[in-house]
């Protein structure tokens, strides 16, 4: 597949993706969806034994593309189940890939950018990120990654993160295990890379069987949850705040919610 939102290269054993709409602050679009599950599944057909996610230009992923956000008001019920089933599917597969996955986060990383980020093994942020599951803020349900985020930071913090839609800094993304290290923009990449030859010392197999094992002790409530998230993300697309919140949001003013 011709790849127009992103680039894959190669380093030896180490597979780097790029998101690659600076101008769009790399916003996600099914477009680069579908390009990464592809890029995703070439690397795993490839000899590389640990994969790297960055941005292009200053941010990493500035959640949903505004145009896709303006079409899905128009979109049916088995649509919208369709589209959710697609991010789901590519938050499970960055999350469970059978490779060593690093992020590198070089700036914001909002909503579906957190989600990419911190689906990751590993999480390198530089100071300057911003992070947050903001979809409450526009009439959405952050049901996808909420599946996974309560196994990685408890509920209560996903309680306080989820509910308020706030954004919140690198450091404290830290603080709750989100992130692994905080680099200096000008040492990100240099200690990906760092930390990438470091995975490579160890025995291949044992890393795949590892991180298998590691999946295995969630995958069965995974299913579960994350196949009623799906329903949950679509329902929300069909009520009132839904469309206020995605109106307002495009119109740039403070949204009037239903009582």
Known sequence: MPLNTLTLAHEDRVALITLNRPEKRNAVSFELLAELMSALDEVERSRAQVLIITGAGKAFCAGLDLDELKALLGKTQEENLKDS????????????FPLPTIAAVNGAAIAGGTGIATMCDFTLAVPEAKFGYTEVKIGFVPAI?????????????????????????????HRYGLVNEVVALDRLMLRARELAAQLLENSPSSVRLTKKLINGFLARSLDEQIAQAVEDNARIRTTEDFREGVTSFLEKRKPRWST
């Open 85 to 96: 089933a697609r991010m789901a599917q590519i938050f499970r597969r960055i999350y469970e």
């Open 145 to 173: 990654v909420s599946s996974i985020l309560v196994w990685q930071v408890g509920h209560k913090i996903a309680r306080d993160l989820l509910l308020t839609g706030r954004l919140f800094d690198a450091a404290e993304a």
